[in-house]
């Protein structure tokens, strides 16, 4: 590789990291949630007191392990923190290996209305029920991969939801947290988000 084409290649992954808040990285990236020698289901990020927390643990998707010979090299861990009167945050971190990732939601479980999104994670969306993809996808294949951002009420909105009802799911365990990917269209990593008790405003 000439040394042009290296620093082509470092602008643009600085270009990427910068437009879609995107952090790859060999070595673990900081995070606000604290790794213990539990399971990740148990894990938690430090919050204020009174903050509803909820926490999904990403493994292959059906699509993925229903298809013969289906295989993803992708897992991750993601949380939702809304903090009374707002604003909420979402984080999910990425690790193992994924190819051309296009984005990634909040979905109900429900399959008669075909398990629609509840909210958007990344990229960012800006019109009413209209998903966005990463432009161009990204892949990575080591260390990890990292998403946060802010939302409110109008981003759960756009996808002709409130906050009671989305809080209503939340609780009954029926949003789980979607990675989309060009091989796999519908989800090929996912997990279902499981709210810390009282899962409710204190």
Known sequence: MTRHASK??????????LSASVCLSGVAAKSSYTKSSKSSKSEYPRAPPGTLLATAELKAASAVTSNPGGITGGKGFT????T???????YIKLTGKLRQVTMAHVHWKNA??????RLGLFPSVTAPG???LLNPPFSYNKGEVTFERAWN???IGYWGTNLDTFLALLRNGELYVNVHTVTYPGGEIQGTLKCKSPCRFQ
């Open 153 to 155: 009420e109008t981003d």
């Open 112 to 117: 008669t209305a075909k398990n629609p999104i």
């Open 79 to 82: 949380y939702l923190m809304l």
């Open 130 to 132: 209209t998903p966005v």
């Open 84 to 90: 009374k009167g707002g604003p909420y945050t979402s």
């Open 8 to 17: 082509l290649g470092c602008a643009a992954l600085l270009a990427l990291c």
